[in-house]
């Protein structure tokens, strides 16, 4: 049966994000991530955890056991703490390599009737919504957590994300 062009759609933000996230944390130092410049900004550290943590958190939805390494940090939403140093971003890479492709798997093998109805595991926060909706409204924070990350870069002095060729 053919998929609607909403999840190919989702499907396709999906793997852009899955290419632009190495990208966006390219060359970024571990020092340079927890800087916030003087602000209350999320910094990079955070919100490159927080992306693994939303691939997580889709994962768990979609009724797979895919627990990043540093979940304590982000769990249930959590804000960012002031003074607490955050993994290397290598070591988010590492979780995001290995959670995205199992979901990736998971995503695509949807049928209608489960992007229709509420998803295996429901998410607290949005128990009623039909999983499709659950799956948009996180390819949205993911494109939000990409555009700061991309912001930083500049604001660190670092060059501008590369997009994929």
Known sequence: MEKN???????????????????????????????????????????TGNLVQLRCMLAKAAGLELEPKFET???????????????????????????????????????EDQLNAPPPSPIPEMPSEPFSVIIGFFMYLESYGIGQIGLWRRLLGY???KYPE
């Open 159 to 161: 060059e501008a994300m």
């Open 73 to 111: 940090f982000l769990q249930n939403f959590k804000g960012i703490q002031d003074g607490v140093t955050y993994p290397p971003l290598a070591e988010y890479q590492q979780d995001w390599n290995k959670i995205t492709p199992v979901l990736r798997a998971k995503l695509v093998s949807l049928t």
């Open 5 to 47: 062009n909403s999840i190919k759609s989702l499907i396709q933000l999906y793997d852009l994000h899955t290419s632009l996230f190495p990208n966006v944390i390219d060359g970024i130092s571990d020092k340079d991530a927890h800087n916030r410049l003087n602000t209350k900004a999320n910094h990079v550290a955070w919100l």
